[in-house]
């Protein structure tokens, strides 16, 4: 993972990154200001600190969440409202934790903006870069403004949560002692990581790319272009890291830890077979992944087996025992203090959401 962007963050930033906002000019009204109107113009759908969300921004965030699947486009008004005011409070979210950034003078630089732009441009060319940029309908500024928010509250997460975590030896040793029964392994264990690619709409790919299949025919081509990029050499880490689509693995370079045989065979026995057949360090070809009730593909994998574990006790002294906890711990107290944290600074933040105050009005008869 680039020095700018740490593992452990990524998936915090992108749960209060949505789609990409558009730079407005602040608008205040005399309510905030002065404490003396609480009118505000109908293009806005709420304001944090007095900084306004607008409606068009709403919009834009709202049409990514739904995605191109037809089905989608037409949901009943309830339904619509719902969506819309989750899509809202993530954005209030977002705009509380950046206002938090800017006063601790965390703002990510234009030159630490620049330097990400260019890592992400890297595997292109310049014609791929800008079709990739036009099929996502986004400019460079629009690009710039998401690196820049990503940045920004890695910054604060680094500086408020990061920090004050810290994991023992100790610590671990006694996670291993009260759990020593979970490291005895009934079965063979399968240490796998993996590239996803799916057709599913989704506003949080989770990679450095940003990269995101929108149709089954994208979903194809992507993990064909993979696949020849690992025949071909590149590193499968490096290449999860920037393309896989799974939000919960590609930070990791597609790391997925230990999987046991009998829970592989029972979620896919065809995939099972594939990965059971692996020596270590080799992938497996493309792979569907079928959804059980349609039997159809609805994305497409390729697995790298990292080491097979015989049945056994494995013991505090094993390396990969350690840092499973130690992870595990990690990311059990990073969580906890990223929720909170959250709470914290959202209780201070003054919030006046209209759009929720609109729908009530027009849905309480």
């Known amino acids: 993972m680039p020095t700018l962007l740490t593992d452990t963050d990524r998936s915090f930033t992108m749960q209060y990154l949505r789609q990409i906002s558009f730079p407005v000019a602040l608008i205040l009204c005399a309510g905030v200001v002065a404490g003396c109107n609480r009118g505000h113009s109908a293009d806005v759908v709420a304001t944090v600190n007095g900084h306004a969300i607008m409606r068009t921004e709403l919009d834009k965030a709202y049409q990514a969440q739904l995605g191109d699947a037809p089905q989608q486009r037409h949901l009943p008004q309830e339904q619509a409202d719902s969506l819309r005011l989750n899509v809202l409070h993530g954005m209030i979210d977002n705009e509380i934790v950046l206002q938090r950034a800017a ?111 929108a149709n089954d025919t994208e979903a194809k081509r992507k993990i064909q272009a993979l696949k020849n990029r690992l025949d071909s050499g590149e590193d499968f880490g490096t290449l999860a890291m920037n393309f896989s689509e799974d939000p919960e693995t590609a930070p990791n370079g597609g790391d997925k830890g230990f999987v046991g045989e009998s829970q592989m065979q029972h979620a896919d026995p065809a995939i099972s077979n594939s990965i059971t057949k692996l020596k270590a360090s080799e992938v497996t070809d493309i792979l569907p992944i079928i959804d059980p009730q349609t039997k159809k593909p609805v994305g497409y994998a390729i697995y790298k087996l990292l080491s097979r574990d015989p049945p056994g006790q494995r013991d505090l002294n094993d390396p990969r025992v350690q840092q499973a906890i130690r992870q595990q711990l990690q990311q059990g107290r990073s969580q906890l203090l990223k929720a909170a944290y959250l709470e914290m600074v959202h209780n201070q933040a003054k919030v006046e959401n209209f759009l929720a105050d609109e729908i009530f009005k027009n849905d309480a008869h």
């Open 103 to 213: 006063k601790m003078n965390l703002t990510a630089t234009n030159e630490e903006v620049d330097a990400k732009l260019n890592e992400m441009k890297a595997p292109f060319t310049e014609d791929q870069f800008q079709e990739r940029l036009k099929a996502s309908n986004q400019t460079v500024d629009d690009l710039k403004h998401l690196i820049r928010q990503t940045l920004t509250i890695n910054k604060l997460i680094n500086k408020e949560i990061n920090s004050k975590i810290t994991v023992t030896d100790a610590d671990v040793a006694n996670y291993y002692n009260q759990n020593k029964a979970g490291f005895n392994l009934i079965e063979t264990q399968y240490h796998l990581a993996q590239i996803l690619v799916t057709d599913q709409p989704s506003t949080q790919p989770g990679n450095l790319q940003n990269s995101k299949a």
